[in-house]
């Protein structure tokens, strides 16, 4: 099935450090969404974005919808170990609540591996 | 705190047997989605439902594999016969819908099937 383009495919960083990812896709999007996932675990909601142009914060994570609704973009700042893990970009596009098929489904990334270097 | 949760969460099996997983969603979700993860594949869609209806299963192999939900509280996803191939991480996830805007959606922890 389709993926979205993460990048990078890892990254390897030290403690403190800031850190940028972004994902872009060759369809467009009226949702972009950002998960994280620990290893034997699910993804987990990091932030959600709904409009082309929003940046939204959690904490030390910001997000970007892009102008193009084509891309995303997430940063985290001052990093710590525990955002070790894999972070996921996910599209979706929400048609008209009258043509309701198909308009949850959720086009993932290829993920970004987050290590922190001691 | 409500959470999807997923049954086994390991399973070994040999091929040719069936497999069978299972699902509770968050109480009051409408909408259960079937996800497999490989490393090669990443995150693939299999099948959803909502208000317990199929309403796509394009993603899953027909011909060995089934979705159904028997209630609101359970999902199931059946595979028979397993194949090797189909070693990977399976999630349910669940979300709401209501109008325009879909609910985003919550995942359980897995079930890792592996498939001698």
């Known amino acids: 099935g389709q993926q979205l383009n993460q990048s990078p495919q890892s990254m390897f960083i030290q403690e403190g450090e800031d850190v940028s990812m972004n994902c872009t896709s060759s369809?467009?999007?009226?949702?972009w969404l950002w998960y994280k996932q620990d290893p034997g675990e699910g993804p987990v909601l990091l932030i959600a974005l709904y409009k082309a142009g929003e940046l939204t914060s959690n904490g030390r994570l910001t997000a970007q919808f892009g102008i193009t609704r084509k891309d995303s973009f997430l940063n985290i700042s001052a990093s710590i170990p525990s955002d070790v893990g894999i972070y996921f970009c996910?599209?979706?596009?929400?048609?008209?609540?009258?043509?309701?098929?198909?308009?949850?489904?959720?086009?993932f990334g290829t993920g970004t591996r987050l290590t922190i270097i001691p | 705190d409500a959470r999807v949760t997923q049954t086994p969460r390991h399973k070994v099996t040999e091929m040719g047997q069936e497999v069978t997983m299972r699902c509770q969603p968050i109480l009051g979700h409408n909408t259960v989605f079937w996800y497999r993860q490989t490393m090669m594949q990443g995150l693939e869609l299999l099948a959803y439902f909502r208000n317990r209806a199929p309403l796509d299963d394009s993603g899953m192999p027909k011909d060995r594999f089934s979705a159904e939900m028997p209630d609101a509280t359970l999902a199931t996803l059946k595979i028979q016969p397993s194949e090797p191939r189909d070693s990977a991480v399976y999630f349910c996830?669940?979300?709401?819908?209501?109008?325009?805007?879909?609910?985003?959606?919550?995942f359980g922890p897995g079930t890792r099937l592996t498939v001698l």
């Open positions: 996830a669940s979300g709401f819908r209501t109008g325009g805007r879909a609910d985003t959606q919550y």
């Open positions: 996910a599209g979706q596009f929400n048609g008209k609540a009258a043509s309701n098929f198909g308009n949850e489904k959720l086009t």
């Open positions: 369809s467009i999007f009226n949702t």
